[in-house]
Nanobody
């Protein structure tokens, strides 16, 4: 069974940096599709970044140039390095991946096909 677990959230001042990690377990092979989404209080969930099965990154316009998604050093770890953080980046950040039955899915910014989600990690950026 596939699971994802996020870690690395916290509080930081504007202009600071944080690194989030997504650990994906229960999958075979290394062609992962992993995406980060976020949801701020009172707002809809939005896509932040995606690493596709060829390890190619894609970013939302709002984070492009500030965030970087990549494979971690350990197997099946994907990190989201966040720099130049702004108060509007404050949100619960979720990692998601398609289950084996959705191997053809790796959409962005749509949530279609992402049926394995973590519990989320909170990021708070103060001004």
């Amino acid at each position: 069974q596939v699971h994802v677990v996020e870690s690395g959230g916290g509080s930081v001042q504007a202009g600071g940096s944080l690194r989030l990690s997504c650990s994906v377990s229960g999958v075979t092979g290394n062609r992962l599709c992993v995406a980060w989404f976020r949801q701020a209080t009172g707002k809809e969930r939005e896509a932040v970044a995606r690493l596709d099965r060829g390890s190619n990154p894609t970013y939302a316009d709002s984070v492009s140039g500030r965030f970087s998604i990549s494979k971690g050093n350990a197997k099946n770890i994907v990190t989201l390095q966040m720099s130049s953080l702004k108060p509007e980046d404050s949100a619960m950040y979720y990692c998601a991946t398609p289950s084996p039955k959705n191997l053809r899915s790796c959409s962005f910014p749509e949530e279609y096909g992402y049926d394995i989600w973590g519990q989320g990690t909170q990021v708070t950026v103060s001004s």
